[in-house]
């Protein structure tokens, strides 16, 4: 007996949502100073969208 609706076997995957395992793919380079932005920080996303402006201090940018 075949039923019609069995998908077969599970197909194993890597999962593509969630937190990202790679800290890199939250950061994008700005293309007005060069700085890597954090795109989980909104204030450093802020800033950089401003036409002009100069790289955020260092301890501005680390996390705690
Ligand atoms: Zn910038």
Redesign the pocket.
Known sequence: MTKLSDPGPSIPGKRHEGEPDDEDENFYI?K??G?P?DMRDLRQVI??EQPR?K?LKPELVKKP
């Open positions: 700005c007005v100073c700085q932005v800033w950089h402006h790289p």
